[in-house]
């Protein structure tokens, strides 16, 4: 946002809250209502309303986190967005390279790449995760053109399920160099953050019908459940280290 002062960094925030009358009402809705009174909508069409933290950490996380996503959003802008390659090995022959999976990265102005946590902390404070996701996807594509007998992995995060720039370039892709499209697995993380199942199911289903390979990746942790085999229908599980270490001695 430019001020007379210069550029400064700014984040919007869109509330959007039911409220449905019942004495049962949890505490966290109740509180809500109590900031933000009725009466407070219905003075204007639009409110706007001003808060600040009262803790010292809080706000200091809020800045922090704000400081990161003006990076990412300066990297996209420059151009600064890397993906790095891990290899997927055979299992019974490591030296035998499947596939491999692209991480994103982002370099900052000085040359080094933004520390993981941070790039994650500035993804999860402002929803950049669909952005660079396609960003991801027209690297990997140019990867893929230029290297016609490999294949990779692509991580699309819950939020680029509703992208539907993700699914036009995905789509453009397919039409113009198939080749590349047959040649991709699309990983989807934190599946239980899909908030549209239906969608969901026809994403992945469009992705399929293109010849691509779908995934659901760490499998085992967290609230990923079986009701995402059945609903989702992914070619693949990537099962979660933790349960196939050791396999071969642990009886249980």
Request: net charge neutral; charged share 25%; proline share 5%.
């Amino acid at each position: 946002v430019g001020t007379a002062e210069g550029p400064a960094p700014a984040s919007v925030s869109v509330h959007v809250y039911k409220a449905v009358t019942s004495e049962r009402l949890g505490l966290p809705i109740q509180s809500i209502l109590e900031r933000y009174p009725r009466k407070r909508a219905n003075a204007a069409a639009n409110v706007l309303v001003v808060h600040t933290l009262e803790d010292q950490a809080a706000r200091d996380s809020m800045l922090e986190n704000r400081e990161n996503a003006l990076e990412i959003a300066n990297a996209l802008a420059e151009d600064r967005v890397r993906i790095a390659l891990q290899s997927i090995v055979r299992a019974d022959d490591p030296s035998q390279i499947v596939s491999r999976e692209c991480l994103v990265r982002v370099v900052l102005p000085g040359g080094n790449l933004m520390p993981m946590t941070t790039l994650v902390s500035g993804i999860n404070s402002l929803g950049f995760s669909r952005h660079l996701d396609r960003r991801v996807l027209d690297l990997a594509a140019l990867w893929l053109l230029r290297h016609p007998h490999e294949r990779l992995s692509v991580n699309i995060s819950p939020q680029t399920f509703a992208d539907q720039d993700w699914f036009d370039r995905f789509d453009s892709f397919y039409r113009h160099k198939p080749n590349i499209v047959r040649r991709m697995t699309i990983e989807i993380i934190e599946a239980t953050a899909i908030s549209d199942n239906m969608l969901a199911r026809e994403r992945v289903a469009f992705i399929q019908k293109c010849g691509a390979r779908v995934a659901l990746d760490d499998f085992g942790v967290g609230f990923l459940s079986f009701g995402h085999l059945r609903d989702l229908k992914p070619d693949m599980l990537k099962i979660d280290g933790s349960y196939v270490r050791g396999l071969p001695h642990d009886t249980q």
